[in-house]
Nanobody, 126 residues
Framework: QVQLVESGGGLVQAGGSLRLSCPAS????????MAWFLQAPGKEREFVAA????????YYADSLKGQFTIPRDSAENTLDQEMNSLKPEDTAAYYC???????????????????WGRGTQVTVSS
C-alpha cells in the first residue's frame, strides 16, 4: 500500500499561484501512475493530471492544460502540482492518488487508483 499526504493548500487571491506537494511512501509499485484530482463544493471529483512515474509521461485534463503542471521529484518520490492564474472556481479540495495498474484510456477515472491522500483545501478569493 502506498501512503500519500498532500500539503500546500491554503487561501490565495485570484490571479495568484500555489504549489501543492504529495510525497509517496510505502510499497510503491515499480511501474505506477500518480495523479491529482479535485473536488469542488457540491460537485463530483474531477481529474486534473496524471504521470506515469517510470517514463515521465504526463496527461492533463483539457480544461486545465497550461494552467496546472505536475512536476515530480523522483529522488524524493514526490509529485507536486503547480497552479497558476487561479480563479475562484478553482476552489476545491485537491487529492493525490496512486495506482499500480492504471489503464491509460481510463486514467482520468478515480477507480483506477488504489491509494489516496486525505486532500488539501485550496480556496481562491476574488
Amino acid at each position: 500500500q502506498v501512503q500519500l499526504v498532500e500539503s500546500g493548500g491554503g487561501l490565495v487571491q485570484a490571479g495568484g499561484s500555489l504549489r501543492l506537494s504529495c510525497p509517496a511512501s510505502g510499497r510503491t509499485p515499480r511501474a505506477y501512475h500518480m495523479a491529482w484530482f479535485l473536488q469542488a463544493p457540491g460537485k463530483e471529483r474531477e481529474f486534473v493530471a496524471a504521470i506515469y512515474w517510470r517514463g515521465g509521461e504526463t496527461y492533463y485534463a483539457d480544461s486545465l492544460k497550461g494552467q496546472f503542471t505536475i512536476p515530480r521529484d523522483s529522488a524524493e518520490n514526490t509529485l507536486d502540482q503547480e497552479m497558476n492564474s487561479l480563479k475562484p472556481e478553482d476552489t476545491a479540495a485537491y487529492y493525490c492518488a496512486a495506482g499500480g495498474s492504471v489503464r491509460i484510456p481510463a486514467l482520468s477515472r478515480g477507480r483506477e487508483y488504489d491509494s489516496w491522500g486525505r486532500g488539501t483545501q485550496v480556496t481562491v478569493s476574488s
